[in-house]
């Protein structure tokens, strides 16, 4: 059994959630926000979240887990066989985190939690997610998944890294970050369709 740690809003606590539910994974829930606290860091070195427990030991860093849940999950394959594939799918989910999670990330404090921004760290912000939104638009196939024919973990990523980074550009730039993407909105709504998504709504909202 897999427990896993962190707090029901964080989209990198939803992108593993959703793969182990995906993959047919039954796993305890233990609610815990990011901490420097000796007992957490024990389990996650960086105090981050989320971080799973395992029979072997605990894993941190959301792309690991998520490998991991490839490797020990009985549900649909999340990755494809082809080793290029699968290489092409981790391009995708790096360029979807380093050039669109990333800088959308220095736009939270104004966009969610009543902070302020400076003008240079939006100026910023606003030219690396049009670069990163370019980039996506080039290599995603959205045929109709964002790396082609079958849902990966790119998509996962994509679902819960773009639709935050939107809402971010739209309350601080006043940007609309997704009007020369709409194969990706047409995705996300797709992907929130899915039994998995519905369910972690349904937690966001309770």
């Not at 939690?113 to 196939?141: M, P, Y």
């Not at 890294?161 to 939107?166: D, E, K, Q, R, V």
Request: aromatic letters at 8%; glycine letters at 6%; one cysteine or more.
């Amino acid at each position: 059994m897999i427990t896993l740690y962190g707090f029901t809003l964080s989209n990198y606590v939803s992108m593993v959630k959703m793969a182990l539910i995906e993959k047919e994974l039954e796993f305890d829930w233990v609610g815990v926000k990011p901490s420097q606290e000796n007992d957490y860091l024990t389990k996650s070195p960086m105090g981050k979240v989320p971080c799973i427990e395992t029979e072997q030991g605990f894993l941190s860093e959301t792309n690991i887990i998520l490998e991991y849940i490839e490797e020990t999950g009985s549900g649909i394959n999340l990755m494809p066989t082809n080793s290029f594939e699968r290489a092409r799918v981790r391009e995708l989910m790096k360029e979807i985190e380093l050039y669109i999670e990333l800088p959308a990330r220095t736009l939270y404090s104004e966009a969610f939690f009543g902070g302020t921004v400076s003008d240079e760290v939006k100026t910023t912000a606003k030219k690396n997610l049009q670069k990163g939104i370019a980039c996506l638009k080039r290599n995603g196939k959205f045929a109709p998944y964002v790396a082609g024919s079958e849902f990966t973990y790119a998509d996962i990523l994509l679902q819960y890294s773009l639709g935050l980074a939107s809402l971010s550009a739209k309350r601080v730039l006043e940007m609309d970050l997704l009007a020369d993407l709409p194969e990706a909105k047409q995705l996300m709504a797709t992907i929130s369709q899915r039994p998995s998504a519905i369910q972690i709504a349904a937690e966001h909202k309770a």
